[in-house]
């Protein structure tokens, strides 16, 4: 649990650069997980297929405010095709269907969530942002 | 006295269980006399001529004799067996609301209230053309007497009341609420899912119209609830679910309905849920009401003190000890409820942590979200001991981090 709570855990989820509101943006998409009260919003700015810049507002617990910040430190800069192959990689990490570090790779930062596989009840806080992001995209054709 | 013996779950788990408020352990005395009941008398009760069926049927009604004694009920056919609270309030709300509040009448419903005791009233306000009115709580986390006197008025029909909130353990003066609500006109649905295991309950002396309460917080099994009703009132309401066994004649265009208690109880019954609640009455009983309040006054006492000493936490409590039953509600101020409950989870303190299923209370509150620890008698000091110290190990692994201001 102490491993879990670690430091970039505990900066992004207590006090993320990530958490604000973009000037301007082109999609935004809202998520929230009506248990437990966690609720965020992430907006997202395209140049082209690329994704130029992402920020989230809401609240929430550190396990899901941390996985939004981090996300999105992750995803900027990336096309859209690799997001999606990211965001796949993510869920399929906290899931347990993958455990290949090669592939698991791919998730750079965002590979200190690996242990929340381990904590049932926290996997819902996780995916929260991944999940969000997912039907963005879907819903807006992308 | 230590009660955490009768618990086996204890011997198989070293917790420290705050959370009896969602669901109490069973005591072993339970667990055996349902056993007994599977092994030595099932059979589907009402339904067959030969002896071992009749045997279920006297276990299940002799049951139903015993739970109306318990609460005090005049008749034995004014108790309902349901699958829990939630159940017995849409039933009421199905069977007695929509046919009795009209356009424009009122019905009235605390802020605490639990959402089985709001979402139905909401949708029967929606298809009447009635009104949803609250009592909302003052700063010390009560309804007080002008706030209720206010509220409920000669358009009141129906009043719905928590007796003990299931976040801010207040103790509602239900007695009160009836007696003021009968003055207008209204009748009285009183939700004692939260007080019917730490006091006792007398539905003639509170002169309750209604009172429902859940099986499992009260030591029974899960999946068995009871809605108590006043006989003359549910004679006259139409039954919520049909099916066998709540019928007489049953014709291809018509029916007549049986005559109760069987008129609600549609189907094949839950008779070892029923043998259960009786049972976890009897174990109730055996260590008596006055000793129950006793122990856990004293230990929400001392929870109360020893809570408060940690001066990083918010608390939401009464101030007035005699109005506080054992549910505590507290935030670490700038540390989200769920990464408070996960982390004393991983030093064997079971809390629940979200918003109870009283969504409206929180948002009145300005709060998303709460801790909440709630007591039961096989709970002593030691619990309240490792919940404190937990709570000192969630401040100093965030400390840094919280946003102060």
């Known amino acids: ?142 | 006295m230590n009660y955490k013996k009768d618990f086996p779950i204890f011997e198989n788990n070293e917790i420290s269980y705050l959370d009896s408020g969602a669901t109490s352990q069973r005591p072993k005395y339970v667990l055996d006399k349902i056993q007994e009941y599977y092994n030595n008398s099932n059979a589907n009760p009402h339904r067959g001529a030969y002896s071992l069926s009749i045997e279920s049927t006297e276990v299940y009604e002799n049951a139903r004799n015993r739970i109306s004694k318990f609460i005090n009920a005049r008749y034995k056919e004014e108790i309902i067996f349901s699958k829990n609270a939630s159940e017995s309030l849409n039933l009421i709300a199905y069977s007695y609301g929509l046919d009795n509040v009209k356009k424009d009448d009122e019905i009235v419903i605390s802020i605490m209230e639990h959402h089985s005791n709001l979402v139905p009233w909401q949708y029967v306000a929606k298809k009447t053309g009635g009104k949803l009115n609250y009592m909302y709580i003052n700063d010390e986390y009560e309804l007080s007497k002008e706030e209720i006197e206010s509220k409920i008025t000669d358009k009141t029909k129906i009043v719905g009341i928590t007796h003990v909130s299931n976040v801010l353990g207040t103790i509602n003066n239900v007695k009160e609420i009836i007696k003021y609500a009968h003055k207008k006109g209204a009748i009285v649905v009183v939700d004692a899912s939260q007080s019917i295991p730490h006091m006792k309950i007398d539905v003639q002396d509170l002169d309750a119209d209604f009172l429902v309460f859940s099986g499992h917080k009260m030591f029974a099994p899960l999946g068995i609830g009871i809605l108590y009703g006043k006989k003359e009132l549910l004679n006259k309401m139409n039954p919520f679910i049909m099916g066998g066994d709540m019928i007489e004649y049953v014709y291809e265009q018509d029916t007549t309905f049986a005559p109760l208690p069987n008129k609600f109880e549609a189907g094949t019954q839950n008779v070892g849920g029923v043998v259960g609640l009786s049972a976890a009455m009897d174990y109730i009983e055996s260590i008596g009401y006055e000793n129950i309040e006793k122990i856990e006054k004293k230990l929400v006492k001392y929870a109360r003190k020893e809570l408060s000493k940690l001066d990083f936490l918010d608390i939401y409590m009464t101030p007035n000890e005699k109005n506080h039953s054992g549910v505590i509600s507290f935030n670490i101020k700038g540390v989200h409820p769920h990464d408070v409950a996960s982390i004393l989870d991983s030093v064997g303190v079971c809390v629940r942590s979200g918003n109870h299923c009283a969504q409206p209370l929180l948002r009145y509150m300005g709060l998303d979200s709460t801790c909440r620890a709630s007591f039961s008698i096989y709970n002593d000091e030691e619990d309240v001991d490792k919940l404190v110290e937990g709570l000192k190990k969630v401040y100093n692994m965030f400390e840094k981090y919280i946003k102060k201001g």
């Open chain 1, 1 to 142: 649990m102490d491993e879990m709570y670690d430091e970039i855990i505990m900066e992004h989820g207590m006090n993320s650069y990530n958490k604000k509101k973009l000037d301007k943006c082109d999609f935004c998409e809202k998520g929230h997980n009506p248990n437990c009260g966690d609720d965020i919003t992430i907006e997202l700015k395209l140049n082209g297929d690329v994704i130029e810049d992402m920020a989230f507002t809401g609240y929430g617990c550190a396990i899901s405010q941390s996985s939004t910040s981090v996300m999105i430190d992750v995803l900027k800069g990336k096309k859209i095709s690799e997001a999606k192959e990211i965001i796949k990689t993510f869920i399929d990490m906290i899931k347990r269907e993958t455990t290949d570090e090669k592939e698991l790779e791919k998730l750079e930062e965002a590979i200190a969530f690996r242990n929340v596989s381990n904590m049932p009840a926290r996997v819902k806080c996780a995916l929260l942002a991944w999940h969000t992001m997912e039907d963005l995209l879907e819903k807006n054709g992308k």
